[in-house]
């Protein structure tokens, strides 16, 4: 049974930094496509994910976030993981982590929420200005 648990929200001031986690059982994250989607307090959770990984360890970002955000895992504790530096009140979310087991999906739409069947049940991150 796939399983996905976010950890490591919580509330922090413009310019600091969180570091979420995503523990996966039930599969093993190298070999997924694995994705981190927010969800901005009164909007409909995003058709595009803000970072991902393929199962070759490529990654993606969405505009908003690059530069700031860094996506990884750890394949020995099966976790995803993901770095936010410099946050603004605009990054204030519920960040859920997804699992895709699609066998391909191509670079330039591995971002879309299309793809992603598993999902976990998201962490707030709170920042203040």
């Known amino acids: 049974q796939v399983q996905l648990v976010e950890s490591g929200g919580g509330s922090v001031q413009a310019g600091g930094s969180l570091r979420l986690s995503c523990a996966a059982s039930?599969?093993?994250?190298?070999?997924?496509?694995m994705a981190w989607f927010r969800q901005a307090p009164g909007n409909k959770r995003a058709q595009s994910a803000i970072a991902a990984i393929d199962n070759d360890g490529s990654t993606r970002y969405h505009g908003s976030v690059e530069g700031r955000f860094t996506i990884s895992r750890d394949n020995v504790k099966n976790t995803l993981t993901l770095q936010m530096n410099n946050l603004e009140p605009e990054d204030t979310a519920m960040y859920y982590c997804?699992?895709?087991?699609?066998?391909?999906?191509?670079?330039?739409?591995?971002?879309?929420?299309?793809?992603?069947?598993?999902w976990g049940q998201g962490t707030q991150v709170t920042v203040s200005s």
């Open positions: 997804a699992a895709s087991d699609r066998t391909y999906v191509q670079m330039w739409e591995i971002l879309q929420r299309r793809w992603y069947k598993y």
């Open positions: 039930g599969f093993t994250v190298g070999t997924w496509y």
